[in-house]
């Protein structure tokens, strides 16, 4: 064979996106297994897609030479990129190449890698060096000691985004706190829920009919997957060196109409019981308690605005304006105790106000649900405003500590 030409390209599977057990044989593929498979989905990466297989081979033959494989998934890009990485191939023996011309979209471009893949782990990495590969080596130690899943994420010690907008950024956080509202067995399961940089133990998936829609892989594996312990490795996602990225609108349509969908068909809370899995109960006592020293605010600022023998205010504006304080003052109290452990290290001025906003729209959200069942309580059921107002501020409570927990109350510090 001509030591100089470039592989054949990989078939392109069919049918259900399911991950079979065995290193398949069926699709004409060497039956050995190994360790690693990592999946490279592309489009339109011409001009990354050669630096990220000599940086991906240098780092991975460091660490596992020859026992691992890059498969690189394109979508028919019309840069060609799939042609590019086809010619790399006669110089990296470990690369190969598959060229979609039906399907298209992130996530199924995984899958469709992994099923042709024969490592017995199968990971995940953007083909634009925006997932920085020396983290490569750390979630691949965390699979080794056993974790089923291994994820990079940007909200853990040592995560961070380098060049993303403001904009982009909130839509990453909003995308993340409508999902825990959806589905928070799947996505209370994992800081960075919207993260592309990870790994799994094949034996996690196999057999699962996965059936994603858009970006969001790592959604689709822990909704249909069965992942029992997960690791977390803190990244900062780096900026783009050539090309731009493909998310649109379109992303973020896809996204909802993903998490609706496995909402339906898993339930949403089949997992719960793994999420709340190590419960940090002393930390939620915490927050109970400054929640406490906040309800004494509220109610004294209830009763200095609305009660008709002071200010009489409007009972709806007087809660607001109560609810603002007693936020203020739990805020405070929460920062310097419950996440005293998170907020000594991010000590700049900028990130305790990035951290009092966002405590302040996750707890406002909070303040309209508060705001909500005290007008139900108080107009269909208990006639005692003071007691209205406690049943709501209980349930503000939970979700106030369940949402911060989750978003993590470390702000995304932007290298
Ligand atoms: N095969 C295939 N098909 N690959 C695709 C497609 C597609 O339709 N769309 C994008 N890709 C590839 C890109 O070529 C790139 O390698 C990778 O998927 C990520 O695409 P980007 O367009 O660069 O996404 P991003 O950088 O804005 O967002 C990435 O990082 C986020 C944070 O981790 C994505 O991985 C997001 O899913 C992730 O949330
Ligand atoms: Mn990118």
Redesign the pocket.
């Known amino acids: 064979m001509n030591v100089n030409s470039s592989s054949a390209l990989l078939a392109v599977p069919n049918g259900p996106l399911q991950i079979s057990d065995l290193p398949p044989t069926s699709l004409g593929t060497i039956d050995q297994d190994i360790y690693l498979s990592l999946v ?6 011409r001009d ?1 897609i050669q630096n ?1 297989v000599k940086i991906l081979t240098q780092t991975l033959d460091e660490y596992i030479p020859g026992d691992y494989e890059l498969i690189v ?3 028919d ?1 019309p840069d060609l ?1 799939w042609e590019v990485a086809q010619s790399l191939t006669s110089k990296y023996q470990q690369l190969r190449v598959m060229r ?1 011309q039906g399907e ?3 996530s ?3 899958i469709r890698g992994w099923q042709v893949a024969r490592g017995r782990v199968l990971g ?5 060096l ?2 920085p590969p020396e983290v490569l080596t750390q979630l691949l130690s965390q699979i080794v000691q056993g974790a089923d899943m291994a994820v ?1 994420s ?1 909200h853990v010690d040592g995560g961070g ?1 380098s060049s993303w907008s403001a904009v ?1 950024r909130f839509l ?1 956080r909003g995308a993340q706190l409508l999902g825990l509202i959806l589905l928070p067995g799947v996505l209370g399961r994992v800081s ?1 829920p ?4 990870f790994m799994v133990q094949r034996r996690s998936i196999v057999g699962a009919t996965l059936n994603p829609v ?5 959604l689709e594996v822990i909704g249909r997957g069965n992942v029992e312990n997960i690791a977390e490795i803190g990244y900062v ?1 780096c900026e ?1 060196k050539e ?5 649109t609108w379109k ?1 973020y349509v896809d996204y909802i109409h993903h998490l609706i969908r496995l909402r339906l068909s898993t339930g949403g809370w089949k997992r719960l019981s793994q999420s709340v899995e190590g419960f940090p109960m002393g930390r939620f006592l915490r927050f109970g308690l400054v929640g406490l020293s906040g309800v004494f605010v509220d109610m004294a600022m209830l009763y200095l605005l609305s009660d008709p023998s002071t200010l009489a205010l409007p009972l709806t504006r007087s809660k607001i304006i109560a609810g603002e304080i007693a936020i203020f003052n739990n805020f405070l109290w929460n920062d310097a105790w419950t996440f005293a452990d998170v907020s000594m290290r991010q000590q700049e001025w900028h990130q305790r106000l990035k951290r009092f906003l966002k405590f302040n729209v996750i707890c406002l959200a909070g303040l309209v649900l508060n705001v909500l069942v005290l007008n139900l309580v108080f107009n269909f059921l208990i006639s005692n405003r003071y007691v209205a107002n406690l049943i709501a501020i209980a349930f503000a409570t939970v979700w106030n500590f369940w949402v911060n927990l989750k978003l993590s109350w470390r702000v995304t510090d932007v290298k």
Do not use: C, W
């Open positions: 490279i989905p592309t489009y339109k990466e990354n990220v998934v394109d979508d890009s990129t979609r298209r979209g992130l199924s471009a995984v995940v990495i953007d083909g634009d925006q997932h990079a940007r985004v982009r990453s960075d919207m993260s592309g940089y858009g970006y969001k892989i790592l996602f783009r090309g731009e990225s493909k998310v992303q």
